[in-house]
């Protein structure tokens, strides 16, 4: 039928059922400790000794060394169930009560600084069940990797030679990858069901701290890389549920916002658009049929023709739940975080060495001397979600001829004026000029690196909506050549401009919107699904046009809403 695919943008948001079966009450569970001693058995019994070893340390339970194995078991087995089955039992009254009103759920009364009364309620609403908990545990493999950002998924596969799925989303990157993290492992000579520092090797220092800070975990000080490691390891099965729970709230939001929309614009539809909808839509109309019995055929056909199963279609189409902080919403609402990579990924490919080296420049990432071309490559795919710094020579490679003139003229600097004056001076003679002027104004400091940042700060300002219009077709051209841009015979002027533009951002942004959050995405995605509903439903009234706008908006808050409380929470 015509709307079988109704309400796409929804249906990006709405990713739930892939991962409804990890939100179980935990009242579910079978917790009689013949069950979860079973579970406990299965889980690290399994493991090898320095993989028990790794866990005691992460968790800073002291153990003697030398120790043998069934000490190391048997320390586990103390702590195992207040660490990776119920954390929730370390916290205060304070974060109890936090996470309880954060699921929605009222303090009993009497109970507020009763931590004992108050973690019975939190086990009632925790992420997963003590059986989920195990089986979690015990194939890490399956979930490790989803809170990873899509650029450290693809250093991953660099770094260990995994060739990656074309065309690449995010789902089959994981895929590819789980599937391969036992193979590495072994490889390295290493162990996977608890993996040690080699699962991070591709993660620099600054990687480990945004993690960190992403996920709502204080960076271990003083820090090391060691017990960064630590850290994110230690804590990446609670963000990567707490990942899940977020996007699973934010969906029901959008679905219970879309549900009462749909209700609203059918109230508000006269009997002509009723009858118009049915035919449109192949519905059989009894002679006769009254106005509430139109209203009420519309509704009952409604499951199929507006897509209110928009949850399986979303699974469906995109597989299991995964996150970042990233890529979790961002992939849940409308795949522009893949489409993104993909993009910066094909971009890349044509960069000639020096444009690459100049990437990494741009960032403060020290370029490996005598590099080559593909190692340049990795080195940028994996630094894809950094900005460039707002100041550096770089800054003066997308300005205008005649800015570049007026600045060069503008300073003391004696040879940066005669490169201004010189007759036939073309713009990347100027453009050297002024990147050596302004690596010299750095150096000196003071007056003169103040006056420079503050020329870059208005000619960029001035130039955002304007760059590369009053460039020349040659040094289109040539701005082009210089990322290893090909450009074709016969390509207009205003397609020049906008390839430069393409290159010109990802080489300022990478993978990375100066606005690119998650939940804004969400939020974006709400308000285009019930724009598309109105436009697809002739909703033509005006007061089916305001409920769509309303609904709109209290979608949009109440995803913003919960974004915030999953940072306070976090």
């Known amino acids: 039928m015509r709307f079988s695919a109704t309400v796409l943008s929804l249906a990006l948001a709405t990713n739930v059922a892939a991962a409804s079966n990890w939100f179980s009450k935990a009242g579910e569970s079978k917790s009689g400790k013949g069950v979860v001693a079973k579970a406990v058995d299965f889980t690290y019994n399994k493991w090898h000794e320095t993989e028990l070893e790794r866990w005691l340390s992460d968790h ?35 974060k109890l009560t936090s996470y309880l009103k954060l699921k929605g759920i009222q303090v009993k009364e009497g109970a507020e600084n009763n931590k004992d009364a108050l973690a019975t309620q939190v086990q009632g609403a925790w992420y997963e069940t003590e059986d989920k908990a195990q089986t979690g545990w015990s194939n890490v493999k399956d979930w490790v990797l989803d809170t990873w950002t899509d650029s450290q998924l693809k250093a991953f596969a660099d770094k260990h ?100 929309l749909t209700d ?23 002679q006769g049929s009254k106005i509430n019995e139109l209203r009420a055929l519309v509704r009952k056909n409604r499951a199929e023709i507006l897509g209110d199963n928009v949850s399986n279609s979303a699974a ?61 490559r990795a080195l940028v795919r994996k630094n894809a979600h950094k900005a460039a710094n707002p100041y550096s020579a770089w800054t003066w490679d997308d300005l205008s001829y005649d800015n570049l003139k007026d600045y060069l003229s503008s300073g003391k600097d004696e040879i940066a004026k005669q490169a201004a004056e010189k007759s036939g001076a073309t713009r990347e003679e100027l453009v050297s000029a002024a990147q050596s002027a302004y690596s010299s104004a750095s150096t000196a ?43 074709h015979q016969g390509t207009k002027l205003n397609e020049l401009r906008a390839l430069a533009r393409k290159q010109s951002t990802y080489f300022r942004y990478g993978t990375s919107g100066p606005a690119d959050t998650a939940f804004a995405k969400i939020s974006g995605a ?29 979608g949009s808050e109440a995803i ?11």
């Open 526 to 554: 709400v308000k285009d699904g019930f724009e598309w509903v109105k436009e697809q439903l002739g909703a033509g009234s005006e007061a089916a046009q305001e409920v769509a706008r309303q609904k709109a908006k209290e």
């Open 60 to 94: 800073d339970v002291p153990y003697p060394t030398p120790s043998d194995r069934k000490d190391l078991e048997n320390l586990i087995q103390k702590n195992w169930e207040n660490y990776a089955v119920s954390p929730y039992k370390q916290w205060d009254t304070e």
């Open 161 to 260: 030679g995994i060739p990656v799925p074309q065309p690449r989303t995010r789902d089959s990157l994981l895929q590819k990858l789980r599937s391969s993290i036992e193979t590495v492992g072994k490889k390295t000579g290493e162990t996977v069901a608890y993996p040690g520092n080699w699962l991070y090797e591709s993660w620099s220092e600054s990687d480990l701290k945004e993690w960190l800070d992403t996920h709502g975990f204080p960076a271990p000080q003083p820090s090391s890389r060691d017990k960064l490691i630590a850290s994110v390891r230690r804590n990446s099965r609670l963000a990567y549920l707490k990942s899940q729970d977020a996007a699973a709230s934010a969906s029901a939001s959008a679905n219970a916002a879309y549900a009462t």
């Open 264 to 286: 609203k614009l059918i109230d508000a539809w006269g009997e002509t658009q009723l009858k118009e909808f049915c035919d449109k839509n192949g519905i059989p109309v009894p």
């Open 445 to 487: 400091g003071g007056d003169t690196y103040a006056s420079a940042t503050s020329y870059l700060t208005s000619a960029t300002d001035a130039a955002k909506q304007s760059t590369f219009e009053t460039w020349s077709e040659s040094e289109l051209k040539s701005y082009l050549d210089s990322y290893g841009v090909p450009v």
């Open 316 to 376: 469906s189409a995109y597989g299991a739940a995964t996150s970042k902080a990233g890529n979790q919403y961002a992939k849940a609402t409308d795949g522009a975080s893949a489409t993104a990579e993909d993009a910066f990924e094909l971009a890349i490919g044509a960069w000639t060495a020096s444009r690459l080296k100049a990437y990494l420049d741009a960032r403060g990432i020290p370029v490996p001397h005598g590099g080559k071309t593909e190692e340049l």
């Open 560 to 570: 913003e809403h919960k974004a915030k409380d999953v940072k306070e929470e976090l």
